[in-house]
């Protein structure tokens, strides 16, 4: 079990923000040390989060840290090689070896002899950084030394961005704060979901009935009142501290790096569908998922120590012996949480051992409010069956993006809709008493709140039908494949077949498509959009997408559709939508050597797209989103996820009013 929650918590399910990022900033100075040595100093300042890589990485590992100094001039010689601070050794799971790299500040220092009278060195170094959810392409940046007396320190800017004008600079401003904001809702939507994930597990058999056991224990075995709720904060306590530690371990050992290269991996997205599966149908009560036997006597041992220590152990078993309900949710909850990136396992674990931990406390301070908890019995398992219905429709999102990138259209949007209406509209009638499993209790009424859940599932069945005949499904646009991905992307009865739209643009240019529902017409190759875009003389936007993107999916769906914007699209840009999850082939005469890994060959046509992001905009997540004129110049710095539509629109009217 302990390896099934590892391969649980290397999986994916959403892309990251994309952004152009420069979180590394040069600066140079000079130290003399006699009347012709010097040492060159370059110091790196490296914004939190972020890392940069040693000189000294090993062969098939991320670029290191170049330096090169031009000593064509013969004005000086170089003493030795370039020395660099102690940094951090790791072993990296994405590379799989040990790598060293530098946080916060890194100082490297070259010895030089001056043999004729110069005023400056001048170099370059070359560079690779990285977070916890994407790495930069290798980027260059030019050096210079000042030779004086007093060798005074030079600073230099490497990333002064182009010149633009106030409404503009406004603009990308607001947008990029948008962007942060949207990144503290994130975790704070992580936060909120786990917190109620945890409400979810706390009604589950396992963990509910342990309340009153666990409570009157500490009461009746403390000296006194006061004693005893001490004593059951103390446990609570320790339940936090135990699944935060679960998170911390998730953050330091399986970094969003590699969660977020799984984004679009075929068979973890795979994996990941039958576990969840396994999941679901474990919580139906087919059989359950449990921890060996002995740990839990093991820890159940070192409980009866008291003190601090046996609470501490307490809680231990208390996580050990529920596992069997809390473990898929844990799993599942770890791998979402993982694949946002940075501290957010660790924001997931907290709000999901809150959720745990307040009942036990709560109740040892008021005691009597055990009298008001509803008794045990068949409604735990009510919960449970419910939890095992909605892993079965998630597990069913990540088949859907490993179709998605593999392109078979086995699961295409009218199938997912299809399953996930089969799911609900059981759960439906789960729920209103006309279906029991192995371990309900004989159902002689329904309660209100089984009633009032029953309508609200049915209603949302009922919601998702018209998704068969074309209906965009605002509410869950985020989960089944986009509108294009379908039998009938024009609605069911509609063909494309003469007349229509696709009259209205005569015959389609080259290597050109119509992207359903709204007709906006679109290439997949950059080559021959820009070219199409020259011949009509409007400007490009660039789409950086993804088949298994999810804020792709949110923006095509919930931003792109309004007025305002899709007129743009459809009539004022030539849109090229560049995939960079798109597994198939390159023809032969387009294969060539990587630029970011010299010595590896691009396969895929996505890899040949992600190149190009990566090289080109020094980034690479998606969406992407890039307005450019016939030159290949940027109108306007690229935007990624923007769901304020305000906010789009704004940027798109001022790329629009550069390039005319």
Known sequence: MRKLLLVCVILITSMVQAQILEPVSWSTSVEKISDTEYNLITKATVEIGWHLYSQHVPADGPIPTTFVYDDSAGNFTIVG?????????????????????????????????????????????????????????????????????????????????????????????????????????????IFFIAF????????????????????????????????????????????????????????????????????????????????????????????????PNSWANKVDSQADRGGLIGIFFMALALAIVSFSCTGPIVGTLLVEAASKGGIAPIVGMLGFSLAIALPFALFAAFPGWLNSLPKSGGWLNTVKVVLGFLELALAFKFLSQADLVLQTHFLEREVFIAIWIAVFGTLAFYLFGKIQLPHDSPLT?????????????????????????????????????????????????????????????????????????????????????LAYAKQVGKPVMLDFTGWACVNCRKMEQNVWPEPEILNILKNEVVLISLYVDDKRKLEADEVVESQLKPGKQLKYIGQKWSELQAVKYKANSQPFYVLMDHDESNLMDPVGYTPDADEYHAWLKAGLNKFK
């Open 81 to 189: 090689n370039t020395t660099e601070g102690e940094g951090h050794t790791v072993d990296d799971p994405v590379f799989g070896m040990k790598i060293k790299f530098f946080e916060g500040e890194a100082e490297f220092i070259q010895k030089v002899t001056v043999t004729k009278a110069t005023k400056t060195i001048t170099g370059f170094v070359e560079f690779m950084v990285c977070d916890d959810t994407r790495c930069l392409p290798p980027t260059e940046v030019d050096l210079e030394f000042h030779i004086t007396d007093n060798a005074a320190a030079s600073n230099t800017d490497p990333h002064a961005p182009p010149a633009a004008t106030e409404t503009d600079k406004d603009i990308v401003d607001t947008i990029k704060t948008e962007e942060k904001q949207d990144e503290n809702r994130g975790l704070f939507s």
């Open 445 to 529: 009424h329904i309660s209100v709140g089984r009633l009032g859940l029953g309508l609200i599932v049915l209603s949302f069945t009922i919601y998702m039908i018209p998704g068969l005949w074309g209906a965009p499904l605002n509410l869950i646009s985020a989960f089944p494949p986009p509108l294009e991905y379908s039998e009938s992307p024009y609605g069911v009865g509609y063909s494309k077949v003469g007349g229509g739209v696709a009259a209205a643009h005569g015959e389609l240019p080259d290597g050109a498509h119509l992207l359903a529902p709204h007709d906006i017409l679109a290439f997949n190759d950059y080559d021959k959009g």
């Open 196 to 291: 109620l994930s945890g409400f979810a597990a706390l009604l589950t058999p396992c963990v509910f009935p342990m309340i009153p056991m666990t409570v009157s224990f500490f009461t009746k075995q403390s000296k006194n009142k006061a004693v005893g709720i001490k004593n059951a904060i103390i446990y609570g306590l320790c339940i936090i501290i135990i699944y935060v530690l679960l998170g911390t371990a998730v953050t330091g050992i399986f970094g969003a790096d590699a969660l977020n290269a799984l984004a679009t991996n075929v068979w973890f997205n795979i994996i990941f569908f039958i576990l969840l599966v396994v999941f679901a149908v474990s919580f139906l009560g087919a059989f359950e998922i449990m921890l």
